[in-house]
């Protein structure tokens, strides 16, 4: 069986998870239309009678405003390192910038074939979207540009048949069952976060995490407590709402998430807690999972 691993990258918001998301055919990374969605690599597996390959998403790539912000690019640039092929997506809609030229410039130092994938092509006619693919070849040595919907799916099946012919490993990672390797408390955070990410706006979206504190399974439900934090107090009363409106809302949306992947009932408890500038605690955020990523490895 052939296999490798296959790197995401791009900069925030041009369509990593959704692609992600059709390769696999499940939801195994949120998504959003606000950038910096993703905070974590998340790895997603696709096997299939003689492939298996394991797909490495990763945080955009973007100008860092604090640690959290720094490590999220450094689990990007580790990602670079540590795959057999990368996927550099850049989102069509968006005029080619500093942003590009600066991931451009980090894929100059990989030594692995990079994959050029164009990505919303159903948001543009046609003539737009050769214009663009001129536009980006000329500024790096892609093995392959591949323009894509992934949103549609459309030519996802054309992107994997040409990774298919870059894999060389003779290995099966992972069991074919399995559809990712993330822990089950992470993806419970996760589809908490993607209810507050729809249902906020502005500062809001990049001021919190969510942490699941305790799942206690009974024989046919779960109960499970989760902590949303925000770093300021104003942000609190946002996330309550109007006589606990946003908070029920939060919860509802992400229970009717929750239990189609759990398989069962849930009973979802949400506290907010205040933890002023908690994107800057180095201690917090080894805590809820942040590690320092040491890039000479
Ligand atoms: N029209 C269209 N929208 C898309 C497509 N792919 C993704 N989107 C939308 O683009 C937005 C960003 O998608 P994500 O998959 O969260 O982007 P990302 O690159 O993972 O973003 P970060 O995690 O922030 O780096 C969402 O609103 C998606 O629905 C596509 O092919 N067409
Ligand atoms: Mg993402």
Known sequence: MKSGFIGLVGRPNVGKSTLLNAIIGRKVAITSDKPQTTRNIIQG????????MVFVDTPGIHKPK??????????????????????????????LGKGDMFVIDVLKNVSVPVILVINKIDKLPKEEILRKI?????LYN??????????????????????????????????ENMYTNMPINFMVSELIREKILD??????????????????YNRE??????T?????ENLKKILVGKNGNMIKEIGTRARADIEPFLGRKVFLELFVKVIPKWR?????????????FNFDK
């Open 142 to 175: 892609f093995d392959e540009i591949v323009p894509i919907s992934a949103y549609k799916h459309d030519n996802v099946d054309r992107l994997i048949n040409v990774l298919k012919s870059k894999l060389t490993d003779n290995i099966k990672y992972f069991d």
């Open 280 to 292: 800057d605690r180095e201690k917090f955020l080894n805590e809820i999972g942040f590690k320092e």
């Open 199 to 216: 249902l906020t706006h502005e500062e809001v979206p990049h001021s919190v995490s969510v942490v699941v504190e305790q799942m206690d």
């Open 45 to 52: 597996i696709r096997t299939d009678s003689d492939t298996q």
């Open 134 to 138: 001129d536009e980006y070849k000329d």
């Open 221 to 226: 439900s779960v109960n499970i407590q989760a």
């Open 66 to 95: 604090n640690r959290l912000g720094k490590i999220l690019n450094k689990e990007a640039y580790f990602t670079l390192n540590d795959v057999d092929v990368v996927l550099f997506l850049v989102d069509i809609t968006e005029p």
């Open 228 to 232: 949303i934090i925000v770093d300021r």
